[in-house]
């Protein structure tokens, strides 16, 4: 069996799972646009380090948030979805994404907008 993991609250079990930076914004593209493989996430992030990808793609793996599956190719390449439990987590990225547009007051330009506020 598991060791438990302590944590505050309910709250803190969804930040966990997708918290930082990057994985929001993994989760929405896949959300958006279905099946994506490890280069198109990051040009989808731009300014994310292949570093910091990597290991927030393996925690979302670890997680049952993602799949990996491997497309044998040459060079071989690897694609990202969302797995079921994941697709559960869509109307917190919702809820994200709606807050934002409603709160932008003009002070950001989004290089991906996606969110209409009507969600």
């Known amino acids: 069996m598991e060791d438990k993991i302590l944590v505050t609250s309910e709250i803190e079990i969804t930040l966990r799972v997708i918290g930082g930076k990057w994985k929001p914004l993994i989760l929405h593209l896949l959300q958006e646009e279905g099946a994506k493989r490890y280069n198109e996430i990051l040009r989808y992030l731009r300014t994310a380090p292949k570093k910091t990808l990597t290991a927030q793609l393996r925690e979302l793996e670890a997680d049952g948030i993602v799949s ?48 209409t506020g009507e969600e």
Do not use: S
């Not at 969302?82 to 987590?89: D, I, N, P, Q, S």
């Not at 932008?104 to 996606?114: D, I, K, S």
């Open 68 to 115: 990996r599956t491997v497309i044998p190719t040459t060079p071989v390449q690897v694609e990202y979805g969302v797995t079921e439990l994941g697709k559960t987590l869509f109307p917190v990225l919702d809820a994200m994404c709606e807050w934002g547009y409603d709160n932008a007051n003009g002070r950001y330009v989004m290089t991906h907008p996606t969110c």
